[in-house]
């Protein structure tokens, strides 16, 4: 049997990650963007891994051609790519407690991971010490609380567009 590669859930489900993505160039608070709902949604819904890993990590790279870049991105690629791992996790087992959960999740790896590469790179000029660590950690609270914001928001829509599409046309139901 010949498994399509192109299944009207799929164009769907691109289709909302490119309109996600887009919002990323429009004005917006800072952190409050669609990325790590994208890497969630991706990893829970496409079926090949190399989509749910590669759209996001597009979309990131290629926006951040337009928004620039800076010396912690491996860091920041880094945490996107565990957000995609947590939203493989959610496979078969989408409803609004396990989208909470890895939107929550994620956004806390997030949080780490990039402060972790900011504070190594010395991009802003914290100690190299354990307290200049907790510092950098105390400084991004902010832009945690933002990027808990944004992928709650961001994962709320895609997430509840796309169900709402399976069940308005069950066609839909299989990507």
């Given at each position: 049997m010949n498994k399509k590669i192109i299944t009207p859930a799929s164009l769907l489900a691109v289709a909302i990650i490119v309109v996600a993505a887009v919002t990323r160039l429009l004005p917006h608070p800072a952190n409050v963007?669609?990325?790590?709902?994208?890497?969630?949604?991706g990893g829970a819904y496409f079926?090949?891994?190399?989509?749910a890993v590669l759209?996001?990590?597009?979309?990131?790279f290629v926006t951040d051609l337009v928004l620039?870049?800076?010396?912690?991105?491996?860091a920041v690629y880094a945490a996107f790519l565990m957000a995609a791992g947590i939203g493989m996790i959610l496979?078969?087992?989408v409803k609004v407690s396990t989208v909470l959960g890895a939107s929550l999740a994620s956004s806390i790896v997030f949080f780490l991971v990039s402060n972790f590469g900011v504070w190594i790179s010395g991009l802003c000029g914290y100690p190299m010490s354990f307290s200049g660590l907790v510092l950098c950690y105390e400084m991004g609270l902010p832009f945690f609380r933002n990027e808990v914001v944004g992928t709650l928001v961001y994962s709320g829509v895609m997430?509840?567009?796309?169900e709402y599409a399976k069940v308005k046309f069950p066609a839909l139901a299989k990507i």
């Open positions: 963007t669609p990325i790590m709902a994208i890497a969630i949604f079926s090949k891994k190399y989509m759209l996001p990590l597009c979309i990131l620039g870049m800076h010396a912690s991105m491996w496979k078969n087992r997430f509840g567009v796309f």
